[in-house]
């Protein structure tokens, strides 16, 4: 029975040892009363030290499996195991709407999955080998010395108060007014779009964004049962007589816009323009959210503010910033700038949802951002992004027979195919080991079936090159 | 204009001027065209060496800021920041009803709060004195040698893989059946609690608890809607004869247990107790949502299984589990055990919310667990939390002069006074410098007015001795 026990190498013996009478008892092979060997004896047995024994008979002890009887040895507790019912619940008739959505929108499980070997262009996570780990590793030990063990144990639903001192800053440096507003930290966009959304909307409200749009957005606005009502894009941004009429029409509540590298376009929205939807918007009273989404990966052109300053003192913008398309997005920290009192329920909601966001992820990234590594990191993310951003743009104009060519920036291109449907490109295309997005999922009104967004950020160029070849000749293929 | 920039000591140099500049163009100071001072020159004015100020140009002009003009020097962008138009929205009419619920049910922001040179027994976060900070580092350096910065980009919504294969191991040794079933990575506890209400129920449902009860499981239900009803506990656990009326006389949607150390009262349910309880649920089919919380801190009796191992290959219990009230709560990791296909639904709600939870901190636990240090900690900690929960318990016996004394272990105890309103004696202990939770948080039914919980991990063995006698004398002034 003891024998019987496989041990590996990465864990401790005694641990393995414990682990293994653990299991014995638990399933009745070891009954309540029953002497366990000695050490001594157990320890020849199993050729390990009596120490091992020793250690392992001592957790045991502790959990309360076995107790020791003084100059007798160890015996089995009375631990009542024998009381066992199968209960059979059929979970499908418990899952309710929201969960169903939000299985049937997760695109992860249902689109076209990368098969070991296969060139994928849907990914827009940044590449790692990018990531500066020594300095990384350098503000963990740093914060750690400086932080201590204070920094392992709970800490604020707003989040770690220089990270958001910070953030201020960082804010305050892109010409946004932080005169009355606050930041609460989250787990990255999603959570901050999600508190939001949880915040201010109920079933059946309307929401205005850009029609395509960033494809996690409308699963969330979906998920909360909004109507979402789509503008369309131009190479500016969107279109303004569009979105005049789509507000005269329609009784919106919220407005979610990504006007700087926007996903999936690429399009950067003019200056002029951002100022003609905030004066469009503020006629209706309709606070705009603005996705601060890839804004740092800006390759060329003047430095364009985001919305969130147009306001000044003002609080009709609520910004959500993440450097997740950037920067250690594993670590999942984001953040939203606005209103004080609305930050103040945002936090509530926060704490209520889970407590609060790693506070160690917060205070490495914290001090790996206020030693000037961001910096250093964006400048040579934005040389080799820009690089690679120039030639997948030269190869597809090179070998894809396309309508229009979508992006200013960011990590990857946007593509609007004459009448051919790019669900059928990426069947054929599969085949020869390419994958991409499909760009019907970042549309509001099923449109875009002609559309794909192809990530570049983690492929190399020569797989650039011979991916777009690849797709090229299958949509030649399809003409 | 440029000698006005303050420098601080803990951010390099170049960073400060840039972000100076920055502000300068933002505000308007410095117009488009404008030119700059040469790099020899500023250098001069600010005193500072001119490889930093060509490093502040650089990184302006990466940033859209400024461009070059060669043999001219510097000039401002043409940064359009001239337009604002201040826009207020009145938040408050906009913020629903369940971030205004989540507000006022917000204890943290409404309950007594601690003042500097205050002895608090509110918390029953762990004594972070306690943690091993050198296994810790040792874990992060060990995790980021293995998986590099990979660890820092995304990962997978379910979770880390190796976290989660040693959780399915760490289960099964409490003895509970993996056969068909899941692990979800959450964000604590709290995470995993509104993950399974988000997706399980609708507004209105019934679901069913021990009276009293965790107050954030309190708050969480109410969030979602639900109607809470309580079943009073004895001092094995529930009362069986009243789950029995309850389930006889409510068409209950769910059950929620903490059958382990109950918060507040410290019970720990008994294994006849366990079973009556699985046994009358199971009549009516109501699954059961097991709270693990600190299970892993007995400090007496033979090891107790949780409910979840009484379904053998059934798969009717959610086991929520956490060691977020023993190690670590500041890098947030939870998990959900439960039926494979509703860990399928519960992995894409939790990716709709958050992504996933970070990467890094799963790694670092994982690899802190896997080497054995949490047997080791236990150990330790178990020993200084027992010898004051003792400690507590006698004084809580020589001062304060109660009618009923709950709990066995874990944190904190219980304790109900004669008929005196807990809130009275706090508000006086509070002129005293001494603050604790009242009880009544913890009831579904508005009772347990003449309750209060004392928590007891972070406050020296002095302190609680101190504490207790002045509690107790503002007591006995009460009787």
Known sequence: ???????????????????????????????????????????????????????????????????????????????????????????????NNYAKAS?????????????????????????????????????????????????????????????IEYLFKYMSNKGANIEDKDILITNGFTEGFDLILSSLTEKGDKILCENPTHNTAIKIMKLHGLEVV???????????????????????????????????????????????????????????????????????GAHVSPIASLSGEGNSVIYIGSFSKILFPGIRVGWILADKKLINYLESVKRSRNIHTSSLDQAIFYDYLSGGNFEKYIKKARKVYKEKYEFAVECAKKYIPFNKLFGEGGLHIFIELNDIKSREVLEKCYEKGIIFTPGDIFYTDNRGYNTLRLGFSRVSKEDIEKGFKIIGEVIKNKI
């Not at 004896?41 to 250690?55: C, G, M, Q, W």
């Not at 994928?120 to 503000?139: C, G, N, Q």
């Not at 700087?260 to 003609?276: A, D, I, L, Q």
């Open 1 to 95: 029975m003891f024998i019987d026990i496989k041990l590996d190498k990465n864990t401790p013996v005694y641990i393995q040892l414990k682990d293994h009478i653990c299991e014995l008892i638990l399933r009745g092979m070891l009954r309540s009363g029953e002497k366990l060997p000695s050490t001594r004896e157990l320890a020849s047995i199993l050729n390990v030290s009596r120490n091992t024994v020793i250690n392992a008979y001592e957790f045991l002890q502790e959990e309360g499996f076995i107790y020791m009887e003084k100059g007798k040895g160890a015996f089995v507790s009375d631990v009542k195991v024998n009381f066992q019912e199968k209960w059979t619940v059929d979970w499908s008739s418990h899952i």
């Open 103 to 163: 299985e049937e929108l997760d695109i992860i499980k249902h689109e076209t999955k990368w098969k070991k070997g296969m060139i994928s262009f849907k990914s827009i996570a940044p590449d790692e080998s990018l990531f500066d780990v020594e300095e990384f590793k350098k503000s963990f030990l740093n914060r750690i010395s400086i932080e201590g063990e204070k920094i392992l144990n709970y800490g604020y639903a707003q989040g770690y108060k220089p990270l």
């Open 230 to 300: 789509g503008v369309d894009m131009e190479d500016d941004g969107v279109s303004i007589d569009k979105l005049k009429e789509k507000l005269s029409k329609n009784k919106i509540k919220l407005s979610y816009f990504i006007p700087s590298y926007h996903n999936p376009t690429g399009v950067v929205m003019s200056v002029e323009k951002r100022v003609e939807v905030y004066k469009a918007l503020k006629v209706y009273n309709i606070p705009i959210i603005e996705d601060g989404f890839n804004e740092e990966l800006r390759y060329s």
